[in-house]
DNA sequence: AGGTAACCGAGACGGTACGTCTAGTCTTCTA
DNA sequence: TAGAAGACTAGACGTACCGTCTCGGTTACCT
């Protein structure tokens, strides 16, 4: 479960005049809509709620900053994790697919301004990280599935591996100096398992 | 040569007055001085002008933006080419330097706030590829001498191999959910180098 | 009475958080500050946000400009209007005052910096209008109990009576050719009623 | 004649290479360019050496700021002085004529600037006025003439009888607050006159 | 014929103001 | 006490204009 913000969690158990569900929907379904017309940094708290017709006090009650809004908006996206029963055709595939997404997901791009963010609000980057390890933990499923099948010896720390994995995947992407290709996918898992097999 | 930016570069080509060295020493000079306080999010423009004492508008008609001064600033620093005659040593050495240095020296951070900017700002991305890749010929040199060497096959393309190693560096560097420590540089480099002998 | 802008005026009709009074307050009072100070070229926006502690979005929230501020301080100054019965006299003196005050009164050399405004800038133009109508309504009152005395003829327009008026103290005192004595407010108004007696 | 800057002046008598008439001229001829297209604040130095080619360090060799050039510019244009041998309709000429100028051309809308310009700028001041008197001057010879004639006595100063003729104009021009028509040129006229006969 | 003083263009420079923008907090009223 | 509305501080942004300056180069006058 790639939840990482499941419920506006902080729910006071108390009295008092509860949480409104219709604005915590309206501020999501805003900032969703704003996330298909504009890119990360025009995207603003005070647009939101413009969009949103959630006052900027609710939204502050409830979310930090904007890159928390934006941050449970792209964690309830689910991944699919492939099992072939293959362990490099599952790499393979989850690369692939990766790649595939943020080439053309223009929606995806915003990841970048997370990353952004993260780097310099520490709180956040907490946060953005739970959601990183969600993602990563799907390599790392493949991967254990592939040692119990002993395709790959179990010398290697699955976490290493996932982050040479992963590494390749971000490194092209954030830096841009290269495309996200299929070959690329196939070239570096085939480096990488033959570096462990 | 690691220079990116080796002159001040847009020297009109004809008469007028020159620029001033003064100005762009004092503003690089300013700039040196902020990155030792602030970090990235909290320099701006408005400081340089302050600490530096050149005026605003010179500083826009040389640079376009802060990121393009902490760019030059930064790509004045040089790196040295571990050269050992042994591949995985050059590799390990070259990584764990690299480490060490964003580990330890606390004005390396800035190059998260340049990945930060260059994300959506083409033009700049453009000139912070440029600096990656002068860094990065650093790494294919030591590939090639290890494939003159025969120490790796000529198979494999140095371009993909330096995508994992950077790649192993830049994840954590910029996720940072784990540290970047000797050991990770010597397992990494190990991995790298089992996939393509 | 005098006022032009007798309450902050554009008070929203509804809920939101209040216009602060403090802010509008030091605003008002930094301005008066600076009026004290220096000459209307030299006063600017920023240095009222500087001496007030208002921020400059606040200031622009409530204001166009700095002329509309330092207007907004000018209408605040109250008028005196002449009544002794006899028509001579009240404009003589309501002359005179006026040229006792924009000679010796440094503040009140503010006035030529709005007229100045109001040249190029047809919203301000409007509002600064109301301002001199206000002033000019005190001429106007004059004129009427002469003619209800019957001291002067109802043929005349008191309106363009009130034109050659105040004709003769903007010409002087924006083109400074002369000084604004009290033997010139004598000879004018004499000249100006021996035409409409 | 309303020679102001007949001659660029300071010309030296010395040696050295004399004034480049054509820069003069490119200047004069620029500016004149500019004052059809834009409004008095929209001219500016950097724009009239952008239209002119000519240098700015030219210009201020010559010029002390943009209402010296605009002032020369304007002081060209050349002025007619009524003269039927009677003073009303002289007068009246004189006025409507300076109504219907600054009412139908664009162009003399330019003098707000200068008056603008003049009310803090002491050395500027001193030129406009003599710019100011050679126009004045016109009314003041028509007034003569009227008392050569015996039309109104010499009692009155005709400066003070100018001061209320341009004022009727100069007020209704810079505050804006009723037009400049025929009919208020008329009256005014005639009620000066009364009050003087 | 040479020297030289003053010119000229191009354009960089410091200074300063402008008005807009965003983030995140605070205040009041209403439900 | 939640929420809507919206004012508030702080401070960055990039542009504009002013008047001064620094170049390299060009006259015209005077010896």
Redesign the pocket.
């Known amino acids: 479960m790639p939840k990482v913000n499941p419920e506006p969690e902080p729910t006071?158990p108390?009295?008092?005049?509860?949480?409104?569900k219709?604005?915590h929907a309206?501020v999501i379904e805003a900032t969703n809509a704003l996330l298909e017309q504009l890119d990360y940094p025009?995207i603003?708290?005070?647009?939101i709620v413009l969009e949103s017709?959630?006052?900027?006090?609710?939204i502050?009650?409830?979310w930090r900053?904007?890159a928390n809004i934006i941050l449970e908006v792209i964690s309830s996206d689910d991944i699919q994790e492939p099992n072939t029963g293959n362990l490099e055709k599952d790499l393979t595939q989850l690369l692939t697919r990766i790649f595939k997404r943020v080439s053309t997901d223009k929606r995806a791009q915003v990841i970048k301004g997370l990353v952004m963010d993260a780097q310099y609000d520490p709180e956040f980057a907490t946060q953005f990280r739970d959601y990183i390890h969600s993602r990563r933990q799907v390599c790392l499923n493949i991967l254990e599935r592939g040692q119990q099948r002993g395709e790959i010896s179990t010398k290697h720390d699955p976490a290493l591996i996932a982050d040479l994995f992963y590494g390749a995947y971000w490194y092209r992407f954030l830096i841009g100096h290269a495309p996200l290709t299929d070959a690329y996918a196939k070239d570096t898992v085939k480096m990488i398992l033959n570096g462990i097999r």
Not at 44 to 47: A, I, L, N, Y
């Open positions: 006071p108390s009295q008092g005049r509860p949480r409104s219709d604005a309206a025009n603003s708290v005070d647009k017709g959630v006052s900027k006090r609710t502050y009650r409830w900053n904007k």
